[in-house]
């Protein structure tokens, strides 16, 4: 039996260019260029019927190692929490104050992004401090 190599995540939201053009920007992540015979990713929309366009997005790891984002829109808004979410690691080896500042500084330019701050979890007996946030469609994720 083979075993999975590559995988995506996908999202459901509303605005499918928007929220992948977001996490391009917390990723370092990159929209792929437009299928063989169009120029750009607008002249693939305008060759779809209206109710196909924009009804999806993706954005790929320029270096190729992390996992391809879809982006599908869905009628239906956010009602719960995520099942799935993404920790943006952030904080990977430091602890404490410095742990902090570094949650800290991603989050003030994430906001700037969009983002919503949630809360702070503060490191307990178990875990180290992170930061629970929320994308630019109310989609949770961490800073960890």
């Not at 750009?40 to 320029?62: E, H, I, K």
């Amino acid at each position: 039996m083979a075993s999975v190599r590559q995988f995506q995540v996908t999202f459901d939201c509303a605005e499918p260019e928007r929220v992948a053009r977001f996490w391009c920007e917390v990723l370092g992540y990159v929209a792929p260029p437009p299928p063989e015979g169009f120029a750009t990713w607008d002249d693939v929309n305008r060759s779809l019927p209206p109710g196909d366009q924009g009804a999806w997005f993706a954005c790929v790891d320029p270096s190729g190692v992390g996992p391809r984002l879809f982006f599908q829109r869905v009628p239906e808004g956010k009602v719960v929490k995520n099942r799935v979410h993404l920790d943006v690691r952030v904080g990977t080896g430091l602890v404490g104050e410095e742990r902090l500042a570094a949650l800290e500084a991603e989050c003030a330019r994430l906001v700037a992004l969009g983002a919503v701050r949630v809360r702070l979890l503060p490191a307990d007996e178990d875990n180290e401090s992170c930061m629970v946030m929320q994308d630019i469609e109310g989609n949770e994720f961490c800073l960890d």
